[in-house]
């Protein structure tokens, strides 16, 4: 059958160009979760203020499941990636069966532990009684739709590194606007029904991301994907699992490690009281709404230099890095200092009639947003060096931005000086001007690039 025509070349063309038309997709993409996010906590904040807190008391759970289980994500994309550079189809195809089945049993193994373990834990974290129980009927029917999550993010991101970015585009667009439209009647029922309240909103998430697996499934079954799953496939590869788990590792590890260790900022927040803590969360909505574009672009930076590493492209590939980082250094610096006359009416109307909190947000706001492009730069050269074979060197520095560098200075400004909670505002610009000069560094002189391709028979 003939394969999907729609897809982005990544190893000819203008560098520009490409890493344009492969982020703006996949950013899009990411950006329709968070909206979904927002429209799914208006629902749930119907319901009281208790099932607002059972929502918020699984999140720290569930983020670091879903964190651990990237890394197979990452490690399919990766292999897909300089499998499709290097004209490797077959080998491609085996990479994305395989990560699949991986993903399987790895996302089945997580929903038994995160189900088995979730009670403990809320009696750790001092969740009341009351809460605890809608907490545990939201997270049964999450942990029971973990799997397909799983699958969902790890197609989607095969796929998009293999090119065809605007077909998982459409899927997750798809998912966000079935969920949007299951929430009402799961959460709040239909005639005289009432609904299934907290667990409906999870309900509903499963069930959107179920029919969005399944589509995308048929879609690369079918032979008109860029990637085509054959059952043959499917047959366990030791190579492979060696390989895979030797890239998604140090991608969970970072990515569970980045989730800890932003919990760990909101803890030192909250020593300063119930102000600077809702300033934290206030403050930082805004700003973590454009991570999501961020990521978007790393992801693209990945497969394209994934691509043109499996092709053999090594300059352009290296100038892919570099100009990737430009682009996130200079658009995203833009878009921070334009926020900055916005931020008192933007802090406003998330925290309205809250001026204790709308003052620290807007501290937090000139503390952040002028040094944007830093992260973006940050996240641009990690997407570089995963999409190289590289994930550790990644890993590593994401590490050192937030456990030598950020939490450090903030715990010591915050607790051993007279700034008080300024100090983790201000661990933001400095840990990402930090590890931006380590990041251009190590792209500079970091022995960054690796070649994973293996043959398939045809």
Known sequence: MKRASGRISMTDGPLAGVLLRTAGPIAAASMAQSVHQIVNAWFVGRLGADAIAAVAASGPMFGVLLSLGSGLSTAGAVLVAQNTGAGQQRAADRAAAQTLLMVLVVGSCFALIGQLAAPAVLRLIGVDPAVAGLTMDYLTITHIGLVPMFAFLALQAMMQSAGEVRFAMRAMFGAVLINIALDPPLIFGIGSWDGFGVAGAALATVIAQLIAMLAVLLHMMSGRSALHLRPADFRPDRRHLRLATGIGLPASLEQGGRTFGSLLLMALAALFGTVSLAAYGVGTRPFFFWFSPMIGLSIATAAVVGQNIGAGKIARAEEAARLSAWIAFVGFTLIGLLHLPLLRPLMAALAPSEAAVIDQAVTFGWAVFPFMGLMALTQALNGAFRGAGSPAQAMGISLIMQYALQLPFAWGVALF?????????????????????????????????????VSAPD
């Open 417 to 453: 000086t007279s700034l008080g909670v300024l100090g983790v505002w201000w661990s933001y610009a400095f840990a990402n001007a930090v590890t931006a000069i380590i990041a251009v560094m190590w792209l500079r002189n970091g022995t960054w690039r690796r070649n994973l391709v």
